[in-house]
Nanobody, 128 residues
Framework: QVQLEESGGGLVQPGGSLRLSCTASGSIVSISTMGWYRQAPGKERELVATISSDGIRNYEDSMKGRFTISRDNARNTVYLQMNGLNPEDTATYYC??????????????????????WGQGTQVTVSS
């Protein structure tokens, strides 16, 4: 199984910055895409940004220029640097990774590659 641990959320004032991190651990064969999604109260979960294993980045239009996604493959970690935050960015931010596990519940995994895993989420609140 693959586990994701997120950190870096918190309360910031408008215009402030936060850096989120997410580390994958467990029985991992490989990790392809890593990314971030967010969900505000009463809203559907939406894409923030993703980064592929070869470094190709994909941003939601509203986040371009303010957010930067990066990854450290040696640490199985993805980061999201968020600058110029505004109240509309308030949401729970979820880490997501496309990965292939070695084992699932102690059984060697032979199914399709590229399973999706989600973190528990980290809260980002932007308020004055």
């Amino acid at each position: 199984q693959v586990q994701l641990e997120e950190s870096g959320g918190g309360l910031v004032q408008p215009g402030g910055s936060l850096r989120l991190s997410c580390t994958a651990s467990g029985s991992i064969v490989s990790i392809s895409t890593m990314g971030w999604y967010r969900q505000a109260p009463g809203k559907e979960r939406e894409l923030v940004a993703t980064i592929s294993s070869d470094g190709i980045r994909n941003y939601e239009d509203s986040m371009k220029g303010r957010f930067t996604i990066s990854r450290d493959n040696a640490r199985n970690t993805v980061y999201l640097q968020m600058n110029g935050l505004n109240p509309e960015d308030t949401a729970t931010y979820y880490c997501n990774t496309e990965a292939t596990p070695y084992y699932v519940d102690g059984i060697f995994y032979t199914g399709p590659s590229g399973l999706h895993y989600w973190g528990q989420g980290t809260q980002v609140t932007v308020s004055s």
